[in-house]
C-alpha cells in the first residue's frame, strides 16, 4: 500500500535532494539559522510537498499548478546556494554537486 505520490520519480529525487541540502545546511554559521538556513530548508521541502499535494485527487491542470509551485521553490533554492556559496558558507564543489542536482531536478518535471 503507497499513496500515489510516492511512486513519482520526481518526488523521490525530491526527498533525496531535500535531504542533500539540509545536510550541508547544518553548517552554515548559527547566526543564520533564522535566515538562510531556515530559507533553503524550507525552500527544498516545499518542493516535495507540492509534488505530493498536487498528485492527490487533482486533474492534471491542478496537477500542473502544483508542479510550478515546486519549481518556483527549486528556483528559491538555487538562488539560496548562491548566497550560500558568496558567504563561503559551501564551497565550490559543493555548490556545482548540488547546482548539478537542482538542475537534473528540474529537467524532471516533464514541462
Known sequence: ???KFEKLIIWQNAISFGEDIFKISQNFPKSEIYNLTSQINR??????????EGSIEQSNPEFRRFLGY???????????LHKAKRKNYINQEQFDYLYAKSFELMNNFGF
Open 1 to 3: 500500500m503507497s499513496f
Open 43 to 52: 525552500a527544498v521541502d516545499s518542493i516535495a510537498l507540492n509534488i505530493s
Open 70 to 80: 515546486a519549481i518556483r521553490s527549486l528556483a528559491e533554492v538555487v538562488t539560496c
